[in-house]
């Protein structure tokens, strides 16, 4: 097992230049896995110059700005919560491709369903999706903003309360008290029992902190919004060989599914309501034992925080883009105006993409307890607003703890299925939407199926013995 760098260990007990030792660490071996903590999230919306004006696009940087972040993570966000990205054109064809990390060259423009949705609508001066931008180009925009403002460092300035007044006590603009912190709120409690036993006691604990810097993660959101009515105008009026060459190849997608139905049904009800799509950019902190050693050695105990601030030594690496449209119909929520309908969506779109984000990439993924395990009662307290419909599967596990080191291992001990009868509808309103379907059981609708589930977990199939309430379970396709 190779050797890491453990900065924390002997650094908590000197304040100067901090000792170094060398503790193993752990990783994937033989059926391990390595011991999961919570993640940090920085969430920031790419606003448009074209919302200017208009009440619709303030509602949604409203609930943007109101929305708290998923409770799965840590909350490290700055002060800036929206930039304007077209400020950051133009980019080169090279520096997309040094972002992203694939060949890109510039070529003729072909708008997708959004984007033409978006150019007639401009024609007919209607309400219309917004998105002014070339996709392909975004990672690169966000990515000159975050070296324009030093997000990087920032974000290690958040981690280790970066003060302007040096501490002649400590020598040091920073500390390690949030570090230390969150390295003890994702403790066990056999962790914190076992630390108590040690000289050192719960100083120790604060080192598991050093591991979750490298969790850092800032997602970049960009809204387009449209009204149902004015996308099922545009739809009925193309021809069904061009919405299909619109969407591509795949026309058993959602999108499609939906543009479909607006395009062929004439119900004035379904056609009410708002859509929002939402596309989400994601990018990590680059936090290693060689950055770790460099921080440490070189700018902890600086006087003249000039070096550290004018410092590119850290950076936040791309790791990719998805999407989501989230819709919400009049008629099933008849019962609210425009305004929430507006930010029903924002909020739904927001959680569905970032739930799009962890599954599509490893390191994103967050870990959730069991909530109960006995025979068939396999449940967890995750459910629609975490992108579960039914089916998913789920890896268990079984957390070995090492009363020496403090770390723990977690190891798959099984593997489990939503149960696609019992998933929670947990998504932003859905208390309001069983509520109003109870009431009104004349709204047959699709909707009304997915709220006729009451429970308040979802629950799984295909578990043994093995599992327990407490255990680790993390979604795996």
Known sequence: M???????????????????????TLRTVG???????RSSLYLILLDDPEWKGNPKADIIRETFAQT????????????????NPSAFLPVSDEFVTQVTGKPYKRQEYTPGVVEYFDKISKESGTARMVDTLRREEIPAMVAKHFESDNTSLQILGKWFNLKDAFDEETQSHFDVELVKERGLYGATQEQITEADKHARGRQMLGDLGEDLISKTFVVALRMIFCSKEDMAKQAQALAGSVMGGLLGKDTTSATYGFLSQLATNTSTTLMKGYVVETLAYLYQLEWNDETSLNFYKNYYNLKDLSTFRESKDFHLKYLGTERELAQVS?????????ENMLKRATVRAMDEVIAKLQKRFEPFRTTTPLYTAEGDNISAKI????????????????ETF????????FKRVAVIKVDK?????????ADEDRTFLAAHPEEATKEKKKASYEGTATYFTGGNKKIYPGMFIRQID
């Open 2 to 24: 190779r050797k890491k760098i453990n900065i924390l260990l002997l650094f908590l007990l000197s304040s100067v230049l901090p000792i170094l030792s060398v503790a193993q």
């Open 330 to 338: 009049a008629n099933v929520y008849s019962f609210q105006n425009d």
């Open 68 to 83: 708290p972040l998923p409770d799965k993570f840590n909350d490290h966000n700055l002060d800036i919560r929206s930039i």
């Open 421 to 429: 009868q019992r998933v929670w509808d947990n998504r932003f309103g």
């Open 383 to 398: 459910g629609m607003k975490e992108g579960l419909k039914g089916g998913e599967k789920f890896e268990v596990l079984e």
């Open 402 to 409: 090492d009363p020496e080191t403090l770390k723990s291992t």
């Open 31 to 37: 059926g391990d896995v390595k011991d999961y903590k």
